[in-house]
């Protein structure tokens, strides 16, 4: 009895403001779909942090013969003597976990693994790939201390610490995942804003039948809450849509993204961020159900 | 049943005093008219009676409660046991007679069964038997007030309050409209009506409370409307 007559009270609220329930519903689904982007980017940054912190090394190149770096000029390739010594001063640093050598051959190896440039890649000799140790750190952080002792040493052509190359790419994620974040911030208020104009649209629609019903003495609940049932329920709806573009967002753009970065972004992820999104965009409505309410609608 | 204890009530930017000092006690069952000029307190007193509206000062009891005390929550709760009636009917529109009618006890929570076998006694009991499935727009106005009444009853309160239930409505319709009221003031409902229809006040004989200026000024059982004192 009493479900049912919410119900209907409910149906015949949205039907009468259909084109402002349907702002609403927009304007939820692109709010939530951005806030879970935003999250996901988030998510993915972390894992991908994490993921790359243990893998991160600084590559030591050593100098060739006819190197074109100022620190080899006129001095030569380096000798066996000299990278021994290299070797052993590195190894002895507290913050380094392990180094390892590789040279010209496994260079090669590796770049024509990773090169996707054929052409290149057919072309590179053993004779063009630098040799390098690859140095290990305990503690990722502190690489700009052991870069500048050992760029002086005789024989080290350049150093490169991989987390800058990573930087970058996080950098653009980050600055992603914080445009995602300020145009659902902006979204949420849209529609925040938008909930409370379609309650109050709501009320004046039905005072005759608010009044009558605070006449009878019905209680303040049963007054109120087919407004904010209202509110709930395009709320949700705007939820599944958030939902469907969220996991089409995984799908098109992450997948892509994996490809190239190893980490995938795990549906339980995405399953969370859509509960997540959708418990906001609901306690939204509510919220902007009843702050509007205790304006309007007198009990 | 309705207690008025030295009720002062002065409304936000008004200095005169819409109801001054008034003191009035009505019993159980009792019939009251609440007679006097436009503005002398007439729809005040009714407001305060269902706590619209908070006296400045002075104490009001209606059906055992303390207003004073009676909390927010609790408001409904006083309001299931008031009926009321209004000069402007309040039907909705969009709702048949017995629609209209069961809302008073669908908003409420009462069983469907219920609904069902108290809506019907109450529209005989107004008069409107076979005219339950008619709209208000296709009822004259004494069989709009009458479906009024019969919802402000259909709960079967303790009070019920009119505030000018005859004010739309032309004399010869109005009698029946009284005997309605007098028909639901004998099943024990104590009735608190504001009138200014003298001839009505005049021919049911019934006590009368006269408000001037916010002030009482006659109280007198089975009185008239003006002259006679």
Redesign the interface.
């Known amino acids: 009895m009493r479900a049912n007559f919410i119900f209907s009270e409910v149906w015949i609220g949205l039907r009468r403001n259909l084109t402002m329930t349907i702002a609403v519903i927009v304007t939820v689904a692109v709010g939530m779909a951005l806030l879970g982007v935003g999250l996901m980017i988030n998510s993915q940054v972390t894992s991908m942090t994490g993921y790359w912190t243990d893998k991160v090394e600084l590559s030591v190149y050593l100098c060739k013969k006819d190197s074109a770096f100022e620190s080899c000029k006129d001095k030569g390739a380096i000798s066996q003597e000299q990278k021994n010594a290299l070797q052993a001063t590195i190894k002895e640093m507290p913050e380094v976990e392990s180094v390892e050598f590789e040279d010209a051959a496994k260079a090669l190896e590796n770049f024509k693994i990773s090169e996707n440039n054929r052409t290149l890649a057919a072309i590179v000799k053993v004779e063009d790939m630098p040799e390098s140790f690859r140095v290990k750190l305990r503690d990722p952080d502190k690489a700009s201390a052991i870069i500048e002792s050992i760029e002086g040493q005789a024989g080290v052509s350049n150093i490169i610490n991989e987390r800058d190359l990573l930087e970058n790419y996080f950098g653009f994620m980050n600055r992603l995942q914080y445009m995602a974040l300020g145009v659902a911030i902006l979204m949420v208020g849209a529609a925040t804003l938008l909930i409370g104009n379609t309650v109050r649209l709501s009320a004046y629609n039905r005072r005759r039948e608010t009044g009558i019903m605070r006449l009878v003495g019905a209680s303040n609940v049963y007054i109120q809450l087919p407004f904010v049932l209202e509110g709930v329920i395009a709320g949700l709806i705007g939820g599944v849509f958030a939902a469907v573009l969220l996991i089409t967002t995984k799908v098109l753009l992450f997948e892509g993204i994996q490809s190239y970065m190893a980490v995938p972004l795990g549906w339980d992820t995405v399953a969370g961020v859509i509960t997540l999104t959708m418990a906001v965009g609901v306690i939204i409505c509510i919220l902007a159900s009843f702050i509007t309410l205790r304006r309007y609608l007198r009990v | 049943m309705i207690h008025f204890d030295n009720v002062t009530k002065v409304y936000q930017n008004q200095n005169r005093p819409a109801l001054d000092h008034v003191s009035v006690d009505v019993d159980k069952g009792e019939f009251v008219f609440l007679v006097g000029p436009s503005g002398s307190g007439k729809s005040t007193f009714l407001r305060l009676v ?1 706590k619209e509206e908070r006296p400045n000062s002075g104490a009001i009891h209606v059906a055992g409660k303390d207003l004073a005390r009676l909390t ?2 609790k408001v ?7 009926g ?1 009636v209004f000069q402007d009917f ?1 039907l ?1 529109p969009n709702k048949n007679v017995y629609e209209n009618v069961a ?2 006890l ?7 069964r219920f609904i069902r076998k108290v809506v019907p006694e109450v529209i005989e009991l107004v008069g409107l038997e076979g005219k339950a499935h008619r709209m208000p727009d296709e009822l004259s106005g004494g069989e709009q007030q009458r479906v009024a009444m019969a ?1 402000a009853f259909v ?1 079967r309160p303790m009070i019920l309050l009119a505030d000018e239930p005859t004010g739309n409505i032309d004399p010869a319709t109005s009698i029946g409209i009284m005997k309605v009221l007098d028909r639901i003031n004998r099943t024990g409902t104590t009735v608190l009506m504001a009138t200014h229809d003298a001839a009505i006040v005049d021919s049911m004989r019934k006590r009368v409370v006269e408000l001037e200026d916010g002030k009482i000024v006659r109280d007198q059982s089975r009185g008239v409307y003006g002259q006679a004192y």
Do not use: S
């Open positions: 269902l927010n929550f409904p709760h006083l309001r299931r046991r008031i009321c309040r909705l809302f008073a669908e908003v409420i929570g009462k069983p469907r919802r709960n």
